[in-house]
């Protein structure tokens, strides 16, 4: 198997190539560095989230949209299935590099994480790669600058001519799209963080309803956090069993029952605050292979509907 960062990069060459087609700017900055714009001064696109969202996770994961209704209303929903689920999910999909000068802020995604691999999750599985590029994902309201591009190349050891930053912003559609994406990464890592060998998770599948676009960013992170924690299911296949499968679900948080928006304002948006079972999917299915079958959690459509304005 190529590098994730290797494999990634194609992904992001084929952004290039039908730029116009999925509707994305791509932009050189002065080192040579690429800013691939997906969300921020472009709406964003249900087919480049889709694109994104296996950037994100390096080819390792299977896209796709499906319809489904959420109350009455028929939505999009997005399913995304790996047989990779650490190396695709953790070690590269999960959003865990804090990007930011004085002047941007931005969360970090991507393979570009596994050049790095100070994360804990890389210590428990055991992986980090080397790279003649480096793919970064960036959600943030604004688009990196060279600043953002130098700390990149730094942290990585690429030149700067191979770092790639496909950026948007939560509150786009394809901010949405990635956001739904997300509820099998949160399931296998929730797991990990238990305590569970991510090594022992053979595959997952998922898929979560697609937020409504919010006016802002905080409402946004508000909203597709609801669409993973009410209407977010998975169903994974592991290779042990194990005694804590039934806090790996969202229901396991004390908060659990009421639009994230106002349990975020009760915080002060200060999310280290928060306990971690509400950063869960909505319902959980893990099947051990040649043993029992745990079903955790449940959707809640009337949460949804309350959150998306329905």
Known sequence: MDSLNRMATELVDE???FADELTIDVHALSGDAAVLDFGVAVPGAVEAGMLLAEIQTAGLATVQTTMDTVGSAPLTHVELSTDHPALALLCSQKGGWEVATDDFEGLGSGPARALVGEEDVFQRIGYREDADFAVLAIESDELPDEAIAGQIAERTGVPETAVFMPTFATASVTGSVVAAARAAE??????????????????????????????????????????????????????????????????????????????FDDADWDFGELPVELFGPAQVTVDVVGGDTHVVGETREDVLVESFGL
């Open 15 to 17: 952004a290039i190539d």
């Open 186 to 263: 949160l399931a296998v890592y929730r797991l990990a963080e238990l305590g569970f060998d991510p090594a022992e998770v053979l595959s997952a599948n998922a898929r979560a309803p697609m937020a409504p676009v919010a006016a802002d960013e905080a409402s946004a992170m508000a909203r597709t956090t609801d669409a993973l924690a009410y209407g977010g299911e998975v169903h994974l296949t592991v290779d042990e069993d194990f005694d804590r499968f039934d806090e790996v679900a969202s229901i396991a948080g004390a908060e659990y029952g009421r639009p994230l928006e106002g349990v």
